[in-house]
């Protein structure tokens, strides 16, 4: 089976763009979360999809969206890039987050601004 | 915010010493989770461990749990040079379903 697949690995973008990520989960799986990660916050949530529908959301600005589709894989969704999104981006997905189970990681996107 | 708070912050062994991880929470959880993360690459799961659950074993890592203390250990036994990654900590927090709390993590080296 394949595993949680990001693309793309690296992005390089530039103040004030906007930039959109993806993440395919793996088969079957209809919950997909995704996470950024950061040398000085560490791992924060910020929010997690299942059936087309947006179950929980972390505490970020409005300037992150995200969406799911039919075949369950996932976009997220930055604009108006600041310097501080400068991150690792990390999908997961899980059979069903109704009882949170383990959760099957991408390797991430790399986004740096400049 | 961050749930967890994981002690030490970095950990370094040699090979074939047992490593030991400690991770604290602050609220009610329905189960934590245990990751590994290797430079660069994405958190691979190790083992789960459910809030009525005492200990649990998955060859050769052990975590306990304490929801007294909302705190739990992974002891990683017999430790290998490919160990070295950093460990964290998750909860999946009651009524908050959906999303794992991460803790900070600990970078773990064992030296061959």
């Known amino acids: 089976k394949a595993g949680v697949t990001q693309t793309p690995r690296y992005l390089i973008k530039t103040r004030g763009q906007q930039v959109t990520l993806s993440c395919s989960p793996i088969?079957?799986?209809?919950?997909v979360s995704w996470y950024q990660q950061t040398p000085g916050q560490g791992l924060q949530f910020l929010f997690e999809?299942?059936?087309?529908?947006?179950?929980n959301k972390g505490n970020f600005p409005g300037r992150f969206s995200g969406r799911q589709f039919s075949n369950s894989r996932s976009e997220m969704n930055v604009s108006t890039l600041e310097l501080g999104d400068s991150a690792l981006y990390l999908c997961?997905?899980?059979?069903?987050?109704?009882?949170?189970?383990?959760?099957?990681f991408g390797d991430g996107t790399r986004l740096s601004i400049l | 915010s961050q749930q967890g708070e994981e002690d030490p912050q970095a950990l370094s062994i040699q090979e074939g010493e047992n490593a030991t991880m400690n991770c604290s929470y602050k609220?009610?959880?329905?189960?934590l989770q245990w990751y590994r993360q290797n430079s660069g690459r994405g958190l691979v799961h190790l083992i789960l461990?459910?809030?009525?659950?005492r200990e649990k074993h998955s060859g050769r890592l052990r975590v306990t749990l304490d929801t007294s203390k909302k705190s739990s250990s992974l002891l990683i036994t017999a430790s290998r040079a490919a160990d070295t990654a950093s460990y964290f900590c998750?909860?999946?927090?009651?009524?908050?379903?959906?999303?794992?709390?991460f803790g900070q993590g600990t970078e773990l080296s064992v030296k061959p």
């Open positions: 998750a909860t999946d927090v009651q009524n908050q379903g959906g999303k794992l709390i």
């Open positions: 997961a997905s899980s059979l069903d987050g109704a009882d949170f189970g383990p959760q099957h």
């Open positions: 609220t009610s959880i329905n189960n």
């Open positions: 999809y299942f059936s087309e529908t947006q179950r």
């Open positions: 461990i459910r809030s009525n659950e």
């Open positions: 088969s079957g799986h209809r919950s």
